[in-house]
């Protein structure tokens, strides 16, 4: 299955959301209105739910429906001709990166395992389900590049490590490696090739959410990392194409709206001396 975990527990949720307000107005669910799917979108809209959130309960709401036509159960589209009203405002300025003076402070005070963590979301680019699935054998300390072979949709990419992130894979492995000093761990719930002891998000989170307090910065999740990583990469090379590479993007246009963006100023360089 090419669907990630994320994508899976999010639909989820928005299954039971639809059921939750199907239930509440009494929608025939096999035998739905024909206004009913609109119903359903103006009600999320009126509730304050933000288009894109919006468009995720639609998505989620029709793989139901798509799930029951496949079993039989019914032949109903009651989301075949909704509208969603489009979200003019770029994901990089509703959701920002971290900033440098806010990865500088939790850098500053992180343990070893946060910072690798960490750098490996804001310098190499990586989700986060594509950090805890690294394998020891995935990280080249010499050539300063490492392996995502569990990329979004069973994509592998070589990913060049940074300056910091590349001395503090050597840092971590020091520690959590192959004879390191932590290496029998009674707590570890993954196997020992797994660069990480831990395979699951919330724990990530618990570590780098300790971090981020002890510096006195807000956790706003990992996407604010390698949102970090695809503006402070593109102001560099000026190549979206380049950029969505490092992010593991298969589309330049997702990169683009939702990952990275160039200051407002930026030709001013370029167009000095005209």
Known sequence: MLTSPHTV???ELGVRQ???WAEGQAVNLLRPGRHDGQSYVNALLAAG???AGVSLRVAAANALYR????AGATEALPFQDVTVPVDRTPGIIKRPPYTEDELHDVLRVADVQARFLLL??????LRISEALKLKWDDLDGAARRLTVTAGKGRKTRVVAMSTSLGRAAREYRAVYGPGGQEQVDRNRTTPIDRVFRFADSETARYH??????????TFRGFHPGRKYAGTRLLQQVKDFGR???HLGHESVDTTRKGYAALAVDDLKDDLAGW
């Open 243 to 245: 950029v969505a590479a």
């Open 208 to 217: 780098l959410k300790k971090a981020f307090g002890q510096a006195g910065v």
């Open 120 to 125: 490996l979301t804001a310098h190499g680019g």
């Open 18 to 20: 639809f059921l939750a």
């Open 9 to 11: 527990k999010a639909y």
């Open 49 to 51: 739910r933000a288009p």
């Open 67 to 70: 799930a029951l036509r496949w």
